[in-house]
């Protein structure tokens, strides 16, 4: 399948670095350059604001999904080619996922961490095989990346599925990875019909 739409979970907040604003504009120019659209939450703030901006100003089609309790009119980016607004931030996931071909998470907080999860266990039981890449700015997801080794070593996810995350620290290699990635066989997964 090729991709087109790229869904990108990311911090509300900018972080304390300006390393993590400078990365993710760049992941966005990087979006634009392959001429791939942006769907995402919608906001104008911390990292998301950065990354659709940097499309926008590429040239780029931005696509806003945002549940109507966070739609008010501060947090929405300005540019959108696209608003979407859903009744919650469960359909605003689910329109997410299926308007996206790939899916990428840069650092963020809780929302960043629901959203990766969910589709890392999506695609674990089946239900797409999109992929899902993570840009590890700064040694930020150091933890995280050491968590899934244990989970592996120990047992609780499978051996196959470690491919299903792309791991890259520089924007315009992960967006390169990601054209580049070939679904994982389908025999990995988790449940099967
Ligand atoms: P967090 O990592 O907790 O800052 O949450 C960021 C993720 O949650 C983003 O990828 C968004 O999809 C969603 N999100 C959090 N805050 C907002 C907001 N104010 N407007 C739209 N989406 C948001």
Redesign the pocket.
């Known amino acids: 399948m090729s991709i087109q739409r790229v869904g990108v ?5 900018p972080g304390d670095s300006p390393v993590f604003l400078e990365a993710a504009a760049a992941f966005g120019r990087a979006l634009a350059a392959n001429k791939l659209d942006l769907v ?4 104008h703030h ?1 990292l ?1 604001g950065a990354v659709a901006s940097a499309v926008i100003e590429g040239g780029g089609h931005v696509i806003g999904v ?1 549940p109507r309790g ?1 739609s008010r009119q501060e ?1 929405a980016h300005p540019k959108l080619s696209e608003h979407h607004l859903t009744d919650d931030m469960y359909s605003r996931k689910a329109l997410m996922a299926q308007k996206a071909d790939a899916f990428i998470a840069l650092p ?5 961490m629901d ?1 990766l999860f969910d589709m890392l266990t999506a695609a674990q039981v089946g239900l797409h095989r999109k992929p899902i890449g993570l840009l590890d700015l700064d040694g930020f997801y150091a933890p995280l990346l050491a968590w899934i080794s244990q989970a592996l070593a120990r047992g609780f996810i499978p051996a196959g599925l470690k491919e299903l995350l792309l791991v890259r620290s520089d924007p315009a290699e992960l967006v390169e990875a990601l054209l580049a990635h070939q679904p994982p066989p389908s025999d990995l997964r988790w449940i099967k019909d």
């Open positions: 979970f990311c911090g509300s907040k995402y939450g919608g906001a911390g998301m945002v966070l947090f963020g907080g809780f929302g960043t959203e």
